[in-house]
Nanobody
Framework: VKLVESGGGLVQPGGSLRLSCAASGFTASMYPMSWYRQAPGKERTLVASITSASGSTSYGDSMKGRFTISRDNAKNTVYLQMNSLKSEDTGVYYC?????????WGQGTQVTVSS
């Protein structure tokens, strides 16, 4: 099982980024997938999740209306579209997969929101 994030970078406040999480070793559509964020000096927190069966989505309170999690089953990839970015969105974004009792993390991708 491997998760590889990409798409991070430096963006100005109000800008947008799309993060990708390429999964291998399993079928991502069959398991719940999530994005987490870890800001400097803070704990890792949940950003968004997508379920396996119905593809229902959920978001952290501060992300609702700005972030969208989605999945491309053909590419075995999960995305996080982030709009109207704020400085407080700065952090390392991690892809997360839960396969029954096992949890897997990607290496993370840095997002910096700054003018």
């Amino acid at each position: 099982v491997k998760l590889v994030e990409s798409g991070g970078g430096l963006v100005q406040p109000g800008g947008s980024l799309r993060l990708s999480c390429a999964a291998s070793g399993f079928t991502a559509s069959m398991y719940p997938m999530s994005w987490y964020r870890q800001a400097p000096g803070k704990e890792r927190t949940l950003v968004a999740s997508i379920t396996s069966a119905s593809g229902s989505t959920s978001y952290g309170d501060s992300m609702k209306g700005r972030f969208t999690i989605s999945r491309d089953n053909a590419k075995n990839t999960v995305y996080l579209q982030m709009n109207s970015l704020k400085s407080e969105d700065t952090g390392v974004y991690y892809c997360h997969a839960r396969l029954f009792q096992n949890v897997y993390w990607g290496q993370g991708t840095q997002v910096t929101v700054s003018s």
